[in-house]
């Protein structure tokens, strides 16, 4: 699934226009982590569908769901921008970036620098940089093209192997492992577990995918997570500030 989402991108940047300048200031998203609301810190991600689940949820409005998620004490929030499989959009991430406080995330498949400055133009505060997607010698390449530009990034691995060859290259300042299987799609907290271990004591590591109750939690907090990433859980829910008091073990009314 993911060389198919890469390949409908490389096909999008050939038809690629740059996004209008927002000019909107930046939260950092690495900040507002080490200060979480929770026991751990909470990137709530804002989701409409996915390639594997569809839709997640139809009454979807992404201001809605992102001012519910800052008020029930979410840490960041991260919008789905891509349109071709998740059903996102850039408009989404400006909309909620100037209605919360809270750090965003572009959560996007990026393959080329214009989406880097693209980013930036939006209103992301940070963007997402998978490691399967681009080797770790270009991740480094857009790591610091990012932070050139003020953006920080969120460097996600699936393996050891990725996260060794990563390493050899740079220490970046948050890693998030994340536990899907990309050839399985399924998931298991258990590759936080495994990969931990190997995660540089100066890194800060998120947890991501998989986690929807405080069992999940718990389990990755042991394993030297100090932030988790949940989109489904969330909004599958439909009452967001609810959702977010299960997913810590609060008492809902």
């Known amino acids: 699934m993911l060389e198919k989402i890469i390949k409908v991108k490389h096909e999008e ?9 927002e000019k909107l200031a930046n939260v950092s998203l690495l900040e507002s982590l080490h200060k979480p609301t929770h026991e751990v810190g909470l990137i709530a991600e804002v989701k409409k569908a996915s390639p594997s689940k569809g839709i997640i949820n ?4 992404p201001v809605e769901v992102a001012k519910a998620y800052e008020k029930a004490g979410a840490d960041a929030i991260s919008v789905l921008t891509d349109e071709s499989f998740f059903m996102g959009a850039n ?37 997402l940089l998978i490691v399967t997607a681009l080797g770790a010698e270009k991740t480094k390449e857009f790591y610091d093209y990012a932070l050139n530009l003020g953006l920080e990034c969120l460097v996600e691995v699936h393996s050891k192997e990725e996260l060794e060859a990563l390493t050899s290259h740079f220490t970046p300042a948050i890693i998030g492992v994340n536990n899907r299987n990309l050839a399985t799609f399924e998931t298991s907290t258990k590759q936080t ?10 890194t800060m590591l998120i947890s991501e995918s998989g986690i929807s109750t405080y069992e999940d939690i718990k389990d990755v907090k042991s394993a030297g997570a100090k932030a988790v990433l949940v989109g489904e859980a969330l909004m599958r829910d439909g009452t967001y500030e609810k959702g977010i008091k299960r997913l810590f073990g609060e008492k809902v009314t």
């Open 91 to 127: 408009a989404f991430l400006t909309e909620v970036k100037k209605h919360v406080s809270l750090p965003i995330l572009r959560k996007d498949f990026i393959i080329d620098l214009r989406q880097i400055d693209e980013s930036k133009r939006i209103g992301a505060d940070a963007i």
């Open 193 to 202: 577990h495994s990969l931990s271990q190997f995660i540089p004591s100066s």
């Open 58 to 61: 139809a009454n979807f409005d």
């Open 13 to 21: 940047m050939e038809r690629f226009s740059m996004a209008e300048d």
